[in-house]
């Protein structure tokens, strides 16, 4: 009912506050004659009374309309509008005198006393209505205000301004900003849009105690990632909910326009300790204007780097993967995106089936190929190698045959850092796929290459859902050993470099990025949980598991035997092609082929042992 009324005031708010002023108007103007007549009756004045109090009426409606009083949103107004007011006002009663004393001064003309006490009275009424209307929006609005998250801002720069204006035009629901830090001494004690500069990023922990803070806005979206760690990781010492701007580029080029739209939470990508990696765009020569599939194209990988070759605008672009569910998500997202203009085939396929990769191929004629399909679970791989080998491995086999087979200009293998010195079943198999990609390099016309890298955030099977979903369940947040060490790229990141590898591999290459230092997961669970706005061990406990199947404190990049050398790009290596006898490589392929089909564990790792000397499996981790 009051949402209806609220509405019914805002659509009409012009027509109900001219009936007001009508009102208020006619009142002022008739209550100084029964103060002046007294007991004197209404009747003797009647037809004068009713003329002059339309005429007098009419004058402040009709000078009030032209002078935009009915324009104004009077819950902002400021001194201008009410000076205006008093101006249109004067003007109102200086027309209504001149006129009145021209047509109706006589014998029983208006008394002059009328016409102090009604301007006085029609005046005052209307000037003291919107000032109270204002002052009681206002309270309202700061009662509500006081109801939302109370907010320290943290810098007082262009970005904090544009951030304050957007809140004084569009009242957040969700935040009530109470004080501003900024690490520059001369702005310390100063305000911004009214709001105190209390203090520097360090003192953060004490103002939030001070001014009972329960939310951060991170407002200095061009500060270099050492200081954002920095300042984050004060910021994580308190037990606020922490929230950013980020986008300085997008903030200007949309003119700081919505503003509010653009402030997220604070991810644990902020916080990782490492540095954005920029890669050259070589990525054109690739796949712009050629047919290109992409096998597990659903998946995490696989899914971004259809949204990438899709931007660069690919011939076709041919999506394969046996789940039709996410390939579907994929085929409607790059269809509202791009439309007719992306020329797109969803096919759902499994890459173990060589009838029908090798139909696929036959069919499109890709002249570049990644293939992403890939069992990558390692404790569920121990427990079904023989899965993994026929997926992986021959998945693999099948896809490379084809692609051989039907001159494919390119085939880039998406492999891991499991596959160096493996340790458990999956990274064997990964292994095998590099050295499939390399043996057939040194007889096909296509050029094979892998791209290897570290563990993906937020891809599937990666830590980060998990930990949320435990973080939103209330814990325990659940990490195998506190020592366990990983390397972590974003996705776009892993996706810029696959494409980019690709576009330099001369065959047989092996690529591989400086992801920079190595995280604790530990570390990861901890900022996860604080930037949740709980604190570790206290409102969430961490419990170590014990290293699972398979698994291993750290995982390498580049195996040993494979040398180093750096590339065009600074961030990317490359290592050279291992010497592998093709034709005994083969033979032994057909005979794990047997092996997997038989779907006898115990000689099947062995056999993986055998094919892949590297291999270490790390059986006492069954206990």
Known sequence: MLSHISAFAQRFRKQILIAFDVVVVTVSYMLPWALITGRTSFSEYNSLLISSCFFFVCCYEIVYGLMGMYDSLWRYAEIVEFFRLCVASAVAVSIFVV??????????????????????????????????????RNT??????????????????????????EFAKNKSPEMNIIC????????????????????????????????????????????????????????????????ILPDIVQLIANGGKDVLSRVRDVRVEDVLGREQIELTDLTNTLVSGKVVMVTGGGGSIGSELCRQIAACGPKRLIIVDIYENSAYSVQQELKRRYGSALKLDVCIASVRDSKKVDRLFARYQPDVVFHAAAHKHVPLMEDAPEEAVKN??????????????????????IST?????????????????????????????????????????????SVLPLFKEQIAA??????THPDIVRYFMTIPEAVRLVLEAGAMGN?????????????????????????????????????????????????????????????????????????????????????LKQIAYSNNSDNLVQALIDLVPTFHHAENNYD
């Open 99 to 136: 006129v009145t004393l021209l047509l109706w001064w006589e014998e029983r003309g208006v008394p002059r006393s009328v016409y102090a006490l009604s301007a006085l009275f029609a005046s005052s009424l209307t000037l003291y209505s919107r000032l109270t209307y204002r002052m009681y």
């Open 474 to 479: 209330g814990g325990p947040v659940t990490v």
């Open 140 to 165: 309202t609005l700061k009662k509500r205000a006081r109801a939302n998250r109370r907010t320290l801002l943290i810098g007082a720069g262009d970005a904090a301004s544009t951030l304050l204006h």
């Open 180 to 243: 501003c830090v900024d690490d520059a001494p001369e702005k310390v004690g100063r305000s911004i849009m009214g709001i105190e500069i209390m203090g520097t990023t360090e003192d953060i922990p004490e103002l939030v105690e001070r001014c009972e803070i329960e939310t951060i806005l991170f407002a200095i979206p061009t500060v270099d990632d050492e200081n954002k760690r920095r300042i984050l990781s004060i910021c994580n010492k308190t037990k606020c909910n922490v929230r």
């Open 417 to 461: 850092d499991k596959a160096v010195n493996p340790t458990n079943v999956m990274g064997a198999t990964k292994r095998l796929c590099e050295m499939i990609v390399q043996a057939l390099a040194q007889k096909s016309k296509t050029k094979f290459v892998a791209v290897r890298f570290g563990n993906v955030l937020g891809s599937n099977g």
């Open 507 to 591: 065959g047989g290459d092996i690529f591989v990025l400086d992801m920079g230092n190595p995280v604790k997961i530990l570390d990861l669970a901890e900022n996860l949980i604080k930037l949740s706005g709980f604190i570790p061990y206290r409102d969430i406990e961490i419990k170590f598991t014990g290293l699972r199947p398979g698994e291993k404190l750290y995982e390498e990049l580049l195996m040993d035997e494979e040398g180093l050398r750096q590339t065009d790009n600074k961030k990317i290596f490359v290592g050279a092609p291992l010497k592998l006898n093709k034709d005994t490589f083969f033979d032994h392929l057909t005979t």
């Open 392 to 413: 992986n491995v021959f998945g693999t086999y099948n896809v490379a045959l084809s692609a051989d087979k039907y001159g494919v200009g390119r085939f880039v293998l």
